[in-house]
């Protein structure tokens, strides 16, 4: 790729955010970005159709929930079991997985996690210990199976839409994630 103009040469870069627009030949009408070039003394009238590189929210969290699905497919699920995970509630459950194995759960995981105990929220067994109830090797198979689920068949852009609804979305979001 050649360079349009040569390095000694000496550039000005004028930004314009109005529109002008003038029959004279020293000036032309600009987009909302354009841009007045001054070489030499010379000025050429530029007119960029691209807005500067920035993404709006809903691009950068996109973008976010793209970088973490691509994160989250790269990490192995074990096969090998620890040991027996005692537990009381499943959240209970996914975070001794996550210091037992040292990986995160996928923020899908986590939330149904959360709605698995909010569904035992008035029930005759509410206060009953989880792993009473569900087999403790049972109930940590049934995490890993959705677990890989959700880190090989969920749409970025499904995330991303959780998120936007979700101000406090981040806190499902393990800390194991490395900061974008």
């Given at each position: 790729m050649k360079r349009a103009l040569p390095w000694s040469d000496q550039v000005d870069v004028i930004s314009s955010?109005?529109?002008s627009s003038s029959s004279s030949s020293s000036s032309s009408s600009y987009s909302s970005f354009g841009v007045e070039v001054q070489v030499n003394d010379?000025?050429?009238n530029v007119a960029v159709d691209q807005p500067p590189k920035e993404l709006s929210s809903d691009g950068l969290l996109i973008r976010k929930a793209e970088i973490y699905q691509e994160y989250m497919k790269q990490l192995p699920i074990p096969t090998q079991r620890g040991s027996v995970i005692p537990f009381t509630?499943?959240?209970?459950?996914?975070r001794s997985i996550k210091q037992l194995y040292g990986q995160p759960?996928?923020?899908l995981t986590n939330i149904l996690l959360k709605q698995w105990d909010h569904s035992r929220v008035g029930s005759e067994d509410e206060h009953r210990p989880l792993d009473i109830i569900v087999h403790p090797c049972k109930a940590e198979a049934t995490v890993w199976l959705?677990?890989?689920l959700h880190r090989q068949t969920s749409s970025h852009h499904h995330m991303a839409k959780l998120w936007q609804s979700d101000p406090m979305h981040h806190a499902f979001i393990d800390?194991?994630?490395p900061q974008l």
């Open positions: 955010d109005e529109s010379g000025t050429k509630t499943w959240m209970g459950l996914g759960l996928h923020y959705v677990e890989e800390s194991i994630f």
